[in-house]
């Protein structure tokens, strides 16, 4: 394939330049200018899709290190450029970005208040999301960081519920806190590549060659801590996760489904790729920690979730718990766990993407979360239930469907290496499975409370929401494969850093 | 008959003063032979000197003569051009923004214009004074002429206030310049700035304590133009009682032009003694962020809350500043370029929000504002955004500017305490953020824009991305080329 095609770069802009047309557009056709911006912002998020597709057939699978790599200057005074490529850790976070914000999209179809200002705000937010993921130059990878941050507090802010306020300005505190530690860091790592290499830079692959022995160890543990700060906030780990169940109570459902489905990612996807990737022995250090800090956010996380009564705060706490797996996985130190960390992303992306779907879809019909005040759904709406349970399947792990290959592979990773950490979060997948389907059971069987009146099934637009998640479910469930090739080079390379005995092989970035 | 030769004056490198006086000049005689009402003509009238003073600038910008003229006292560089344009540019956006607040405030008269071109041309002399005696004059002449448009709402209290406060303070600081001129001169027998340089630098030629006396001096009369802690006391009640568009005036132009003479003074005067001078620098850099962060959160008042960011951003723009290499001195003249865009423009809408006076510039009146006015709204956030360092705006750019620079010359504890501060800071923005766009609206009523005072908002704002995205734009071709060597 030609790798002159800008691939990632039009990825990236098309969400942007889209919603820059709307925007004359909307101009233009004052009366439709709701229905333009909803059927354009879903015509856009639709090409960034197809694109990304595209863009999957130029990927060679099999060839570890970036692949479609584009490089230009941009400011030359800070030797500060424009670097995009992607591996196989990146690779399917931009296509489960790309593949979620349509169906966001069509799921905020109902917004009504300022719809033009919302869509912008999503669009904006595709762009960022998906330059986080492909950015290879510290800094661009901040600006990208830093730019998912404003649109999603609008949107957590702006078209929440009641406490939506409070929601928004804690999620924005607890990440700039995070971020303003990884911009210091960022501005050493500068400094250290003018020192050894003898000019600053911000490129990944150059600044993964640092030598961080000697006299600078202790300097790297404190870099590692300022990364894994601000990513541990995005992912979040216990005890950093606070924010997380306000911003997804009081999000609007798409807001959920992309801070659940892709924005958490960010988190965890930082911790590889530059975590792992730039501080090597920092990472073996602050091994065990990551993983016991990952441990106690799976059961924590599991536990809490049982006894939530809103059921969208129960799926936020099972996120907690779901991350916890993705982080232990991608500390394992084994292939396994790696690629079961990367793909159980995917996955996690997918299914707790559509329970928050499913969930604001009940709550559209029946207007409470309260599992108290629910029941009985599945005699009047079967379809909806359906799905429900397949998802709840999903996330819980049953083999055939996704999560259990991710799970699978995280558990055994981490097992060969650290068998007690395996047992302890294998308490995690028993516990998800009673509170998913203790939940499920609550909604959906025993009898209709008074007060619900007659619900209707799900809506053709609603059809058209979910059957590509669930497919995609099974897909992954029935056949990883072409996703585990993908993956699995580029895992190997990152597991190899935080491997029991190091091997003594740097692993240095790509290209 | 012996034959007189004049001597050797070229006027070309103070013609952008000229300009602007002239056009001073020309606005106070229109106004004395046909008054009042007819505002326009002063605008056009004044918009056309500020034109011609930035064209004289650029034909400035290939100068192949010497780099002094005037017998020494006024440089000709980049340096100077760089900072002309830019006093140039806040000051055409600020006579945008007057022409309809005066309307509206009934308070349109002839003498604002003349005041705000001799005080631009105070400024633009300001950046390009290469002698002591050259910078007092024109930290005098842009002084003189802000003491009256602070107080120029004379039917309101807290504008008469605001003039005699700053008056008061400002002569004050001013006689600590004087003396620190003084001190100068005793210690190297000049008020050369480059002269000043040599003197100290060759060694036993001065006392070095005196010489240090009098930087400290000198730091304390900029400190007060800038608005630095610990001077920094008249800055909130100031820009509080002056009229909105005076404010965003005083808080773009002076800050830069104050910059662009302490840059020089510090790079090119005191360069042999600045090692002494650092850990001064330090404390004031560091107190500046901390305590104009730190205060703009209990502000209730959009002006005062902007107000102390301004003083916040005097403390980043010293860490450039600090850094004392050429990074940074590139970074801080960004950081003024990009800090003049996006204190205009927030100060822009505040003067349009704040319709009829000054009734409305409480916090509570930009609860809603999206309803009332998305456009403006909009751009306030752009604005508080870029104030706060967010990407990708200028005020991420120049941040990162001159963080960098000060990494590289080894000052790790003000970067971390930068950052901070920066943390500390995007908290009030985001709390006016989220009162425009997260709160329902006290008064009902759309807020319309009109048109003139938008176009200068829109030149603002696009500064304000476009000095974000492409920061090259600003930095190759022009902020490097123009730096002043010690």
Excluded: C
């Excluded at chain 1, 306020?165 to 806190?177: E, I, R, S």
């Excluded at chain 2, 004074?129 to 120029?152: H, K, P, Q, R, T």
């Excluded at chain 2, 003694?273 to 850099?285: H, I, K, N, R």
């Amino acid at each position: 394939m030609p790798t002159t095609f800008s691939w990632l770069t039009v990825i990236v802009f098309v969400p942007l330049a889209g919603a820059v047309v709307l925007f004359v557009a909307g101009l233009l056709s004052r009366r439709a200018r709701d229905s333009v911006w909803r059927w354009g912002a879903l015509t856009v998020s639709a090409a960034a899709f197809v694109i990304s597709l595209a863009m999957l057939t130029a990927f060679e699978t099999g060839r570890p290190g970036f692949q479609l790599v584009e490089r230009a200057s941009w400011v030359g005074l800070l030797n500060f450029r424009y670097t995009v490529g992607v591996d196989g850790i990146s690779l399917f976070l931009v296509l489960l970005t790309t593949f979620l914000m349509p169906l966001a999209i069509l799921a905020s179809w109902k917004v009504e208040r300022q719809v033009p200002a919302y869509m912008a705000s999503m669009l904006v937010l595709e762009t960022a999301m998906l330059g986080a993921f492909v950015a290879l130059d510290l800094l661009l990878f901040f600006v990208f960081f830093e730019g998912l941050l404003f649109p999603m507090y609008l949107i957590i802010g702006a078209w929440g519920g009641e406490r939506r306020v409070y929601a928004a300005v804690k999620f924005f505190l607890f990440t700039m806190a995070g971020s303003a530690l990884l911009f210091v860091a960022i501005l050493f790592l500068y400094f250290q590549a003018a020192a050894q290499l003898g000019f600053g830079t911000f490129d990944l692959v150059q600044l993964a060659q640092l030598d961080w022995s000697g006299e600078f160890e202790v300097t790297a543990r404190w870099l590692f801590l300022a990364f894994f700060l601000a990513f541990a906030v995005k992912v979040p780990l216990f005890p950093l996760h606070t924010w997380l169940p306000d911003a997804h109570v009081e999000a609007p459902t798409a807001g959920s489904v992309i801070l659940a489905g892709i924005l958490l990612k960010v988190g965890a996807y930082g911790l590889i790729r530059f975590n792992l990737a730039l501080f090597p022995e920092a990472s073996l250090y602050f091994r065990t920690f990551v993983m016991v800090l990952a441990v106690i956010g799976i059961v924590y996380g599991a536990a809490v979730a049982l006894i939530q009564v809103d059921v969208k705060r129960l799926v936020a706490y099972s996120s907690v718990s779901h991350l916890g797996f993705v982080v232990l996985g991608t500390f394992a130190g084994t292939v396994q766990g790696m690629s079961g960390g990367v793909l159980q992303m995917v996955n996690h992306g997918l299914s707790t993407g559509a329970l928050f779907l499913l969930v604001g879809m009940l709550y559209e019909r029946t207007h409470t979360r309260d599992l108290r005040r629910l029941g009985g759904l599945g005699r009047q709406t079967p379809v909806l239930a359906g799905f429900f349970l397949v998802v709840a399947l999903s996330s819980l792990a049953l083999p055939g469907l996704n999560g259990f290959v991710g799970e699978f592979l995280i558990l055994a990773g981490t097992f060969v290496t650290n068998a007690g950490f395996a047992a302890v979060a294998a308490v995690g997948v028993i516990l998800s499975a009673i509170y998913l389907l203790w939940a499920y059971q609550r909604m959906m069987h025993g009898s209709l409370p008074e007060e619900q009146a007659q619900h209707p099934d799900l809506s053709i637009r609603e059809y058209v929401i979910l059957v590509p998640v669930v497919v995609a479910i099974v897909w992954i469930g029935l056949f990883p494969k072409p996703f585990l090739d993908r993956i699995e080079p580029d895992a190997e390379r990152h597991a190899r850093i935080v491997e029991m005995e190091p091997a003594g092989v740097r692993a240095a970035g790509g290209e | 008959m012996v034959p007189v030769s004049p001597p050797d004056i070229d006027l070309l490198p103070i013609a952008p003063e000229m300009a602007l006086a002239g056009a001073a000049i020309l606005v106070l005689l229109l106004d004395a032979w046909r008054p009042a009402r007819n505002q326009r003509l002063a605008v056009g009238l004044t918009l056309v000197g500020l034109i011609g003073a930035a064209a004289a600038s650029v034909a400035l910008w290939r100068w192949t003569g010497p780099s002094t003229v005037l017998g020494g006292m006024v440089a000709v560089d980049g340096f100077s051009v760089f900072f002309r344009l830019l006093i140039a540019g806040s000051a055409a956006i600020a006579v945008l923004f007057s022409a309809t607040y005066l309307k509206r405030t009934g308070e349109a008269r002839g003498e604002y214009y003349a005041l705000l071109l001799f005080a631009a041309s105070g400024m633009s002399l300001l950046s390009a004074a290469a002698d002591l005696i050259v910078v007092f004059l024109s930290l005098e002449v842009l002084s003189l002429s802000l003491y009256v448009m602070a107080g120029f709402s004379r039917r309101r209290l807290a504008s008469q206030e605001a003039g005699m406060k700053y008056f008061l303070l400002g002569a004050f600081s001013s006689a600590f310049f004087l003396y620190g001129i003084a001190l100068a001169y005793g210690a190297t027998g000049t008020t050369n700035i480059r002269e000043i340089a040599s003197a100290l630098g060759g060694g036993g030629g001065g006392s070095t304590a005196l010489a240090l006396a009098g930087a400290a001096l000198l730091a304390v009369g900029f400190g007060f133009k800038v608005a630095a802690v610990p001077f920094h006391m008249w800055t909130p009640d100031v820009y509080q009682g002056a009229p909105t568009p005076v404010t965003a005036f005083m808080a773009a132009g002076t800050k830069v032009a104050g910059f662009a003479a302490l840059l020089r003074v510090t790079i090119t005067g005191l360069q042999p003694v600045v090692q002494d001078l650092t850990p001064a620098l330090w404390a004031v850099s560091a107190l500046t962020m901390i305590v104009g962060s730190v205060l703009a959160i209990a502000q209730t008042d959009v002006k005062r809350m902007l107000a102390y960011s301004s003083i916040a951003h005097a403390g980043f723009v010293l860490v450039g500043v600090v850094a004392y290499n050429a990074l940074g001195e590139a970074g801080a003249m960004f950081y003024l370029a990009a800090y003049a865009a996006m204190i205009l423009g927030a100060f822009g809408v505040v003067a349009l929000v704040s319709r009829r006076g000054e009734e409305h510039t409480s916090l509570v009146s930009y609860e809603g504002l999206y309803r009332r006015s998305p456009v403006l709204a909009a751009l306030l956030a752009l604005f508080l955004l870029s104030l706060a360092g967010i990407p990708p705006t200028a005020g991420f750019v120049a941040k990162v500017l001159v963080f960098q620079a000060a990494v590289v010359s080894g000052h790790w504890a003000l970067v971390v305490v930068a950052v901070l501060a920066s943390v500390v800071a995007a908290f009030f923005y985001i709390r006016v953020i989220v009162i425009m766009y997260m709160q329902e609206p006290e008064e009902a009523g759309e807020i319309r824009a009109p048109g003139v005072p938008s176009a200068g908002l829109a030149v603002a704002a696009a500064a304000t991305l476009l000095l974000g995205v492409f920061p090259s734009l600003l930095l190759d071709p022009w902020i490097g080329r123009a730096l002043i060597a010690p």
